[in-house]
Nanobody, 118 residues
Framework: QVQLVESGGGLVQAGGSLRLSCAASGSIFSINRMGWYRQAPGKQRELVASITSSGSTNYAGSVKGRFTISRDNAKNMVHLQMNSLKSEDTAVYYC????????????WGQGTQVTVSS
């Protein structure tokens, strides 16, 4: 079993910053990709940012230049630094990991609420 525990969500004013963290634990042999998704009310879940085991990153166009994803491979953690937050960033943010050993599997966190007030 694999568990993902997210932290760092909350309420912030527009222009402010938040840092999300996600810790993976359990039967983890190899994490390929780690990432963050978000889902706003009435909208589809969307990719915010992802990072591979080699450090390659991918960002949604709407967050480029404002958000930074990083990972600590030794601790199986992934972080999302969110700066210059906008009201449209309000959503539930989900941690996501893709493992490749012993087989390809995808795991999700329970989600953490981020609310940006204008």
């Amino acid at each position: 079993q694999v568990q993902l525990v997210e932290s760092g969500g909350g309420l912030v004013q527009a222009g402010g910053s938040l840092r999300l963290s996600c810790a993976a634990s359990g039967s983890i042999f190899s994490i390929n990709r780690m990432g963050w998704y978000r889902q706003a009310p009435g909208k589809q879940r969307e990719l915010v940012a992802s990072i591979t085991s080699s450090g390659s990153t991918n960002y949604a166009g709407s967050v480029k230049g404002r958000f930074t994803i990083s990972r600590d491979n030794a601790k199986n953690m992934v972080h999302l630094q969110m700066n210059s937050l906008k009201s449209e960033d309000t959503a539930v943010y989900y941690c996501n990991i893709l493992t490749t050993l012993p087989k390809v599997q995808e795991f999700w966190g329970q989600g953490t609420q981020v609310t940006v007030s204008s």
